[in-house]
């Protein structure tokens, strides 16, 4: 697998007027990674991905996509992906299977046996001869990815590609993304408002908030914690007792008590053996402590202070 990231962003600006749009990003994404977008309505995610796909201008700063300049070697770069910005678009008088010919005739190298082959990968093959105007919203998100994946590129792009799809389809499409990276080595950048898809799609996740990158981070991260601080419940016999002693000892954050009547807390790991010593001191009965593992969703919330997802 090679060292060099398939797509990096360095200082990437985009003004209208004299409002930055996006604001300075600079990350980078290696090959055989599922990489997420998130962020409130309004945040750039779109606005970065028709940047790296060339449908807006860069205002400051570059993006490259296997080296290549998507601003200077457009042609160079842009050969490497596939991608759906918004919602596919296609001939509805057409069948599916028309479409993607009609789009193999546009790229050198497309054979019938690749049609055949993301057909197959889409699970289309029933209705691929039908007509697209019959084609549901979620088989057209199919078909779209078809038809992005038909040059084998090394960048697929994909701006809200569940939008559609009924729970099976997502779970499909979810797993088929993860197939591609395992077994082809394709990079994935996808933006989602489905936060729960994203906690099981994503290797990693990019927050964007008014253009700016708040964050990059393992996807563990966001719902595990950090290595060091974590959020950890215990279940005491006397909790108002409990957390009068814990008050007195350093090292503890965020001490409250759940509606369900545990005491949570975030603390080091280490420091457990000493929390539950000091209880036991003070002849509090505990019955029970575990750690406490954040939704996607509680974290971008914390993240962005309440930001609506979009």
Do not use: W
């Amino acid at each position: 697998m090679s060292s060099e990231p398939i797509i990096s962003l360095q200082n990437v600006t985009k003004r209208i007027g004299r409002k930055n749009i996006i604001d300075d990003l600079t990350f980078e994404v290696p090959q055989g990674e599922i990489f997420g977008f998130l962020g409130p309505n309004g945040a750039g995610k779109t606005t970065t991905i028709r940047m790296i796909v060339g449908l807006i201008s860069i205002t400051k700063g570059q993006i490259l996509i296997k080296g290549k300049n998507i601003k200077t070697e457009f042609e160079q770069a842009i050969r490497h992906v596939g991608a759906i910005v918004e919602n596919p678009e296609m001939y509805k008088y057409l069948s599916g299977y028309h479409n993607l010919v009609h789009y193999a005739r546009m790229v050198p190298g497309v054979t019938k046996e690749r049609i055949d082959e993301v057909v197959s990968l889409v699970k289309l093959e029933n209705s691929i001869h039908d007509k697209v105007r019959k084609y549901s919203l979620g088989m057209r998100q199919r078909l779209g990815v078809a038809q992005a994946l038909l040059h084998r590129p090394s960048l697929l792009i994909l701006d809200e590609p569940t939008n559609g799809l009924d729970p099976e389809g997502i779970r499909e499409l979810r797993d088929y993304l993860r197939y591609l990276t395992r077994t082809e080595g394709i990079t994935v950048v996808v933006s989602s408002h489905l936060l729960s898809e994203m906690e099981l799609m994503c290797d990693r996740v990019a927050i964007l908030q008014r253009g700016k990158l708040i964050d990059v981070k393992p996807i563990q991260y966001f719902t595990e914690g950090s290595d060091s601080y974590q959020t950890y419940q215990i279940e005491a016999q006397m909790p108002e007792q409990a957390m009068a002693a814990m008050r007195q000892m350093v090292g503890i954050q965020g001490l409250k008590l759940s509606e369900e009547g545990l005491i949570e807390f975030t603390t080091e790991r280490e420091l457990i053996p000493d929390i539950l010593e000091k209880l036991m001191k003070n002849h509090i009965r505990i019955y029970g402590v575990q750690r406490v593992r954040q939704s996607l969703e509680d974290k971008f919330l914390e993240i962005t202070g309440g930001g609506q997802v979009g």
